[in-house]
């Protein structure tokens, strides 16, 4: 192999600029060259595909976003879209890629790999930390940081006005975000997918509180929890206890944003020099995750189709944490 | 005066517990007694007063919120519930007021004194800083620094998936944090109550900007400008270029949170120092403030009747620096 | 076990809060009393000892430092320091002890259990990683975010000047702290006392990256290293390459303050519980740690005894990622 | 007047290249053409002068240090330098230029005006605040900011620990930067050079505290302290008060980088599109600068010259806060 192309791609994440770095430098260190692919699967359709030296990635470690960029690329999805991209990678004689993404990203690298034999060897960037394969994604502690610096800031209102506040961070379809949050951040409840408590066990739990002389109270949602969003829970939750003085706060987009952690930085750097290594060890469709701190390659259709499952303990710690 | 009170009253601010702290060594400085009348009027009626020393104020310069806690209280817009305060004063032997807060603050303050003869000195504590009598109100600089990093978090998305960000900030009647968040974060419109632009501007403004190759936007939104909130004013937007990524995002409550920054301690701990001097010399009604970096006692009704005009030069910066 | 005992002793981490916190909690959660005792074993033996309840450790989960403050005590190396600590812990009916700190804090508590048979439950709270039976210690993660975010700074400046700059972080005897750093900071050079570099090694560094038009240089050096602290280093290294604007500066104390991260959070929050928890079923004489995201509990002998490697692979990468 | 250059000068300051991006812009607003200049007067004279435009200076709004870098020039002290940076201006046809920086930097301007006719405005760039004609200098507020989260970290151990930290500060020749580190970290003595304490007020003050059964303390140093830098003095204090447990931290070079503040982004986008505008209404040897929120130019020989002086009232309120 001798060139190869790097691109990110599904929503950004705190970490993926340290993830591109790693990649260019590491195929320098090995005597390969490498091309950068803007916007994802979109921009390798349109030959958006720019090479890359040291220099490209000076000072982009620390830098939230991506400055690959990323975007969804419908076209890509068909056979056609497909077609114009392999013209593309051989017209720039790039033999192989790696993938900065998510689940949707692997998806669409391994159709691309089984009908045109360009292999990806993929790393795992988002924040939702929702890919079997690894025990943290890129983004993922930055992610949980930013939310609880919100959260932090929230509980000092909330403390001043004895109010309970309905504080909802991103998970859609996992607790990992809202999880660290309530345990970091003091919450009294914490609301995930995976588990689903009644919005009465919710109204228990306060008026319960209530009665031991409690007057502000955080609860914590991630976005996705059965009955509903914060919004909804607060609704239903003020309806059976009127004279609360209940707030709703949604972190939303911040979450995304922001230099990446310590932890991401150094996340990034060993999985963006680990594709790039197993790229060249002949891997492909596999990603590049740290499981137990050591190196692992699961194939992407173990990332796809296994569910990563949170620590059933991290319950139980809320419920003690708010004795 | 032998023994004052002090108070926050209405939102939290950050730096109020810096202007307690202020207000407490100032008097002990003085060598006067100082009771802490906790959750602002309401704890004054139910007489929750408590002495406090200078340890009591220790270690909480840097604490967002306030000590004293903050509530509305209804009884006290009653006559009978300010007979209650008053007596509470005097089974307390209080015989001057520090109140922390904003307009409403200092017009209950007023009338009190109207009716009791209870002198009070005021000191501006609001995030808004929508005050006469002070160009800046305890907790301004910190909102203001809050909202605009997560501006620069949510640009790093903005700028990575070519997205348009509508982001709403503080200010329901006032563009005092919309101005500096558009000019410091980089923002191409902002939208302001004191000044109303159309919807059409905004997206004639925006056409514009994407035939020039333009691809990411910021748009900040005072949550009271009268074209809408962020919400609808990104709909409308969203209907007339349908083609436009647009998100929105409410910046929400972690505006009030946090610890205050190093002006806002000053800040606090400059006026702390002057309203306890102030009621010392004999002022009431007063609000203590700086003005041009002078101190200046300007008179309740004042404060509370005329507006603050916002430059008119800092809109056409915004203008100038998003060619 | 009706009755225990928390403090906290050596050098004081973010996070050890959140951690007597979950000990508080856990304790009252399963019906046992805690009492904290102040300034680790100095405070025991002059029975400094005050009963906690849920409301004693409210809102410090997010506060640096330790509310039980901290020191280190003479006394308590004699026996008959020990005889009137444990003649306190009788007086107040203290069965069980939480230890929260480092190697020399264990060792005390396992003399201690030897010679009057009070059991203890370690917890890791160092900001220096060096403990054997977890993989992480309370503080660390915080620790590092803190260095990097002064070595994020300080980069501004070392480019725009075409500066080098020499920054020692905290380390005596181990990496930890200084390799994420340079990894996370990009650094050039990262110098720690488990792989010694010469100095001249250094300097061939720096003078080949000078030939490839390098202009600004960040070398990171643990304060233990060998070949001397960053003053000595860069001294030694101007005298080589006087052409070469190079400067020093040590990040000091800042590193061990300041808000714990999420990741402090939680496993601070783990291993108080664990810490309790471990105590009611009989343990002693063992530290909580967390081991490839499990819990174990490790004999404090071996904790003190064996040294904890850092992972070889981390030296390499510092060297890929500077090409 | 047809194009103008930019450039900075002097130690690098947090807003600088938000200062950069207003002049580009306004003069691109205004028809001007613009150049930067890269390292100052060395880039000036080695003609290292690239055009500059909208693009440019995007997403740099929110960096600390300056993309047109810093650099010390001695040849520019010399006549042959000044006309060979004279010459190169031709070359480019730059007929105006616009320098971002401290007295160093207007010095030479002045004298480049009075021998070559190139009329300069200036902006004032250094976290220092001591030049005489605006209220604040770009970079200041942020360094100050940076310096107290420092100083938050710090007190953590100083509490945790019963210590007493000798911290120091930037500010050679003022306190500007000392002083509201004092009054916002809780400090109870500041030393600087505008108002000399002699060491033995220092040891009595602290004695006297103690007395008071004070435990921790904060003393902050301004590096020119005449009584010697923050080692020296806790030196002699530890000699005065061996049982004092005294620690230094230098708080160095972070305070000169990160992402300018709220205020300093504000100021520099104001000072930016002045110092542009002066341009063009013919003004030069002058410097924009912000005095009572007014715009207003001084000569450049006046801010040289003059002294800006502390507020006094500042130094009391340390004394009335540690009460």
Redesign the interface.
Known sequence: MKRIGVF?SG??A?GMN?AV??VV??A??HGIEVYGIM?GYSGMIKGEIVKLD?TSV??I??????IL???RSQRFTTKEGRQEAFDQLVNHRIEGLVAIGGNGTFTGAELFEREFGIPTVGAPGTIDNDLYGT?YTIGY?TA???A?D?I??????A????RA?FVEVMGRDSGYIAI??A????AEIVLVPEQVQSIDTVIETLQVARKRQKSSFLIIVAEGDEEGNATTIAAKVKEAIPEMDA?V??????Q????????D??LA??IG?AAVEGLLNGMRNVMAGIV??KLVYTPFQECISRKKMI?Q?FMR?VE????
């Open positions: 990110t929503g950004d705190p340290a770095r790693a430098r590491t320098l260190y916007r040291s000076a000072n470690v620390q830098r939230g976003g991506t960029k990323s975007a025990d502690d949980v940081n930013t609880l919100a932090d800031k929230i509980r000092d209102t403390d001043s006005h004895d506040f660290p949050c345990i970091g951040g003091g707030r706060t949604v972190i939303g987009h911040i995304r944003g922001g230099a990446p952690s310590a932890a930085r150094l750097s060993q020099i137990d701190r620590n303990g710690m003690i944490l708010s004795v």
